[in-house]
Every structure is written in structure tokens, then in C-alpha cells.
């Protein structure tokens, strides 16, 4: 079986300073890995993704996230936030490949304050 | 890159009429599909797994009577809300999954926001 279990429901950060949103996951095998941005009212856009090859992930829009085995977990970073980061952002498992069906975090929404 | 489109955008039906929601993939095919649904300020929960020419696979508590799916063509399944009613009003969102080198990303259509009165 596998889940995802995000840490935080809600993060507030001032422009300018880092981000960080944490996600924990289960897998009895190897999993894949993602995290999604969600705008209000909008479909989900793919920010970056572990599939068993660096474990270290950048992504678009200056995001970056470490696989870390030995802790389970999948963190989102970014050095210096900006207002347009404001979103929901979900942590996402499934099976290696990533073809399968995804299992979704409950979610983390930012607030970017200026 | 791989697009997948949802129609409509937005619906607003009668308690007890049936909605149809399309999800199409534009530039690829895709032998499965997936449907979810998002309740407000809540994550996606899958409802099923769409497989183009065999029946779907329901998640547990998802009644299949209720909400059928087609998946017609290599780039279309449709979800269809049978007998709506109020507790059906949702954002319903159809993901498929498009080959990125060695692995799959899933691709995500913009949603379809049901509003059943």
C-alpha cells in the first residue's frame, strides 16, 4: 500500500524568503514521486518528479525537492519565495514508472505575504 | 508538451438529470485515464481508472451505477453523473498518463466544476 502524508496544511512565508513544504510518504515498493501546484479554480501543473534516477529534482519555477530514502520523505524547496507561488501544492506517490494511479497528499496551501 | 482538455469547463444541472464531462487527450493516446474529484480546499480522491475498450475499475466507495465511464476512443473517455443530486456537486478532474523518457507523468485536464441544484 502507499501514502502520502504532507505535513503542513497551511505555510505562510514573506516574499523573498525560502520555502519549504514537507511531505512524508509509504510504499511497500519503489515509488515515483511529484509534487503539483494547483491555482485557484485551475487544473494541477507538475513541478517536478523522482522516478529512481537523481535524488536530488529541480523543477520549474525555481523548485527543488530531495528524496531521502532513509527519512522517507520528498520536501519541497525554494530559496526565495514569490507572490505568484501562493497556491495548493500537493505531494504525490505511485509506483515506480509512474503509470499507475496517483495516491495525493492532503495538500499544503502557501500564503506569500509581502 | 502532452495536453489533456475537459468539457465542459463548468455545469450547472437539475437535481436528478444526468451530466456528461468529456476528457480528451489532444496530442497523445492514452489506453487509461483517470477521474477524480476535489471537494473545496480538499486533495483529489480517485474515483476510477478508465481502460480504453474494458470496463473501468471503481476506488472502494465509488458507486459505479452512479457515475459510468466510457472510454470510447484511445483519446476520449467520458464520466457521466447519472441522477445527480446537490452531494454530487464537485470538481470533477481527468488525468492521463504521457510517456516522459524512462517514466510516465500524469497530465491533468483543467477540471470540470458540477454544481448540482
Known amino acids: ?114 | 508538451g502532452a495536453v489533456v482538455s475537459q468539457h465542459p469547463s463548468w455545469v450547472i444541472c437539475k437535481s436528478g438529470t444526468s451530466v456528461k464531462i468529456e476528457c480528451r487527450s489532444l496530442d497523445f493516446q492514452a489506453t487509461t485515464m483517470f477521474w477524480y474529484r476535489q471537494f473545496p480546499k480538499q486533495s483529489l480522491m480517485l474515483m476510477a481508472t478508465s481502460n480504453e475498450g474494458s470496463k473501468a475499475t471503481y476506488e472502494q466507495g465509488v458507486e459505479k451505477d452512479k457515475f459510468l465511464i466510457n472510454h470510447a476512443s484511445l483519446t476520449l473517455s467520458t464520466l457521466t453523473v447519472t441522477s445527480a443530486h446537490p452531494e454530487d456537486s464537485s470538481f470533477y478532474i481527468c488525468s492521463a498518463p504521457y510517456r516522459a523518457g524512462n517514466s510516465y507523468e500524469q497530465y491533468f485536464g483543467p477540471g470540470t466544476r458540477l454544481t448540482v441544484t
Not at chain 1, 502520502?4 to 524568503?17: I, N
Not at chain 1, 513544504?21 to 515509488?31: A, E, F, G
Not at chain 1, 523522482?50 to 520523505?73: C, D, H, M, R
Not at chain 1, 515506480?96 to 500564503?111: D, E, H, Q, V
Open chain 1, 1 to 114: 500500500a502507499q501514502s502520502v502524508t504532507q505535513l503542513d496544511s497551511h505555510v505562510s512565508v514573506s516574499e523573498g524568503t525560502p520555502v519549504l513544504l514537507r511531505c512524508n510518504y509509504s510504499s511497500s515498493y519503489s515509488p515515483s514521486l511529484f509534487w503539483y501546484v494547483q491555482h485557484p479554480n485551475k487544473g494541477l501543473q507538475l513541478l517536478l518528479k523522482y522516478t529512481s534516477a537523481a535524488t536530488l529534482v529541480k523543477g520549474i519555477n525555481g523548485f527543488e525537492a530531495e528524496f531521502k530514502k532513509s527519512e522517507t520523505s520528498f520536501h519541497l524547496t525554494k530559496p526565495s519565495a514569490h507572490m505568484s507561488d501562493a497556491a495548493e501544492y500537493f505531494c504525490v506517490v505511485t509506483n515506480s514508472g509512474g503509470y499507475n494511479k496517483l495516491i495525493f497528499g492532503a495538500g499544503t496551501r502557501l500564503a506569500v505575504h509581502p
